[in-house]
C-alpha cells in the first residue's frame, strides 16, 4: 500500500496522519472545562486546585518545548511523533484509572509531556515538505484539524459524561493515541528523498546535526524578534484557554444556571471560530506576504471582544451576544497560526523546531499562569456557597478574572505593534523533481 503513495499523496497523508496526534492534544487541552464539577466533586478539588490540575498540562508542556524541539531539529518528526503519541495515550490511561489526586496529577503531567512536541513537530515536517507560500496555510489547517479534539471537548463530551463515565472516555483516548504512535513510526518520513523511498524536493529545511544543542539554543535566545512574539502569544494565547479550556463552563453553569450539557454548547462557538479563523488568517497572510499586519488585526479583534464581555450587562451579557463574543474570541485566538509562521520565518531551516517552540513557551506560560491565576481570584472571592458539593462563585468574582485576563491581553497587543513588517522573503513556488521513486 505504502509504494502505491505518490509524492504528493504521500506528503498530506503523512501530515495527515501527524494532525491527527494534534486531535487528542486539543482534546485533552480542553476536557478539564466540561468536567470540572465533576473532578471537584470526586476529588474534592478548590478552585485553586482545580486550576493547578488543568495548568499541569501545561508544566510539562513548557518544560518540555526547547529540550523538544532541540530533538525534533535532531531526530526528525518521525521518531519525534513515536514518543510524543505514546506518551499522549499512557498519560491518558493512567487519568482514566486514577482514584487520587496525585494519579490525576500524574496523568495530566505526562499528557502534556506528551503533547508539548505534536504541534511543533507538524510545523518542522512542513518545512521540509511544503514551500514557503503554503506554510501559513498549511499550518491554519493542521489548526483546524488539531481544533476537531476540542470540539469533542465541548458538548460531545459533556453528553458522554452525562450517559457514561468520563473514565471510559480517556481509556477510549489512550488506545487511539498508543495506535497513532505506532502508525506514525511505520508511515511518517522525515524529509522527500529519505531512504531513497520518495521524490528530491530541493531547497528544503536542512538537519540540525551540524550545530550544537548549546549554539542551537544560543542563537535562538539571542534573538530578540522571537522574544516579542514570545510576550504576544502570552497573553492572547493564555487568557483564551483560561476561559475556553479551564473556566468557561463553570462561567455558563454558575451564572446563567444552565446544565452542563448546555452550558458546554456555549464554549463550543470558540472552537469553530478557532477553526475557521486559523486557515483564514493563514491564507490572508501567505496571499499579503507578510505577518505583522494580519497579527495586529487578530489581536485587536480579540481584544475588543473581551471589551464586550467585561462590560455588557455587567459581565452577563444575554445568551446570543456570549455566543457570538465566544467565536470570536477563537478567530482572535487563531492568530497563533501567524505567529508561529513569523518565528519559523525569523530563524533558519536547521533551527525551525527549536525557534518555533520557544515562542509556544509564551503560549503556554500564559496558559499554565491564567489558569491558575484564574482560579485564585475566583477563590478569594469566593462567599462560602456550595451546590451538590460544589463551591460556588459570584458574579463580581468572574468579572476580577475576567478583568485579569483582559490586561494581559492588552500588555500582549502592545507588543504585536513592535513587531518587524515581516515580508518573507521566500514565497516563491517550488517544482517537484520529474524523477519518480517508489513512493512513502
Not at 513515536?82 to 489526586?101: R, Y
Request: aromatic content about 14%.
Amino acid at each position: 500500500m505504502a509504494a502505491k503513495l505518490q509524492v504528493g499523496t504521500a506528503r498530506y497523508f503523512m501530515w495527515f496522519l501527524l494532525t491527527l496526534t494534534h486531535v487528542i492534544t486539543h482534546f485533552h487541552r480542553f476536557n478539564i472545562n466540561v468536567l470540572a464539577d465533576q473532578l471537584m466533586v470526586e476529588f474534592n478539588l478548590s478552585a485553586v486546585s482545580l486550576g493547578n490540575l488543568a495548568a499541569a498540562y501545561s508544566y510539562t508542556y513548557l518544560l518540555m518545548q526547547i529540550p523538544g524541539g532541540l530533538l525534533i531539529d535532531r531526530w526528525g518528526p518521525r521518531r519525534t511523533a513515536f514518543v510524543a503519541a505514546l506518551f499522549l495515550g499512557v498519560g491518558s490511561l493512567l487519568f482514566a484509572t486514577a482514584h487520587s489526586i496525585s494519579a490525576i496529577f500524574l496523568g495530566r503531567l505526562i499528557i502534556g509531556f506528551g503533547g508539548s512536541v505534536i504541534l511543533i513537530n507538524i510545523l518542522k515536517f512542513q518545512s521540509a515538505w511544503f514551500r514557503e507560500n503554503q506554510f501559513a496555510t498549511m499550518s491554519g489547517l493542521a489548526i483546524l484539524i488539531g481544533s476537531l479534539g476540542a470540539v469533542a471537548a465541548t458538548f460531545p463530551l459533556a453528553y458522554i459524561v452525562a450517559l457514561a463515565s468520563w473514565r471510559i472516555v480517556f481509556l477510549v483516548t489512550g488506545v487511539a493515541g498508543v495506535l497513532i504512535a505506532f502508525y506514525s513510526f511505520l508511515w511518517v518520513r522525515d524529509r522527500p528523498g529519505q531512504d531513497g523511498r520518495s521524490l528530491q524536493l530541493p531547497g528544503r529545511a536542512e538537519a540540525a546535526g551540524g550545530i550544537s544543542i548549546p549554539a542551537a539554543l544560543k542563537q535562538v535566545v539571542r534573538n530578540r524578534s522571537l522574544w516579542v512574539i514570545f510576550l504576544v502569544n502570552f497573553g492572547f494565547y493564555g487568557s483564551f484557554i483560561a476561559l475556553t479550556g479551564a473556566w468557561g463552563v463553570t462561567y455558563v453553569m454558575q451564572i446563567y444556571n444552565l446544565t452542563r450539557q448546555e452550558s458546554a454548547l456555549f464554549m463550543f462557538p470558540a472552537i469553530l471560530g478557532m477553526m475557521l479563523g486559523a486557515p483564514v488568517w493563514g491564507i490572508i497572510s501567505d496571499k499579503m506576504g507578510r505577518r505583522k499586519l494580519p497579527i495586529i488585526l487578530a489581536g485587536l479583534f480579540f481584544a475588543a471582544n473581551w471589551v464586550l464581555l467585561l462590560t455588557v450587562s455587567g459581565g452577563k451579557p444575554p445568551l446570543a451576544l456570549l455566543c457570538l463574543v465566544v467565536f470570536n474570541l477563537g478567530v482572535g485566538a487563531s492568530m497563533q497560526t501567524l505567529t508561529l509562521t513569523y518565528a519559523k520565518e525569523l530563524s533558519p531551516p536547521a533551527l525551525t523546531g527549536t525557534a518555533t517552540a520557544f515562542v509556544n513557551i509564551g503560549s503556554f506560560s500564559g496558559v499554565a499562569a491564567l489558569q491558575l491565576l484564574f482560579g485564585y481570584v475566583l477563590q478569594r472571592g469566593w462567599q462560602g456557597l456550595y451546590h451538590a458539593g460544589m463551591m460556588i462563585y459570584p458574579l463580581q468574582s468572574y468579572l476580577g478574572a475576567f478583568s485579569l485576563c483582559f490586561v494581559f491581553v492588552l500588555i500582549s497587543f502592545g507588543f504585536t505593534l513592535v513587531l518587524q513588517d515581516k515580508r518573507p522573503a521566500s514565497l516563491q513556488p517550488f517544482r517537484i523533481e520529474a524523477k519518480q521513486q517508489p513512493g512513502v
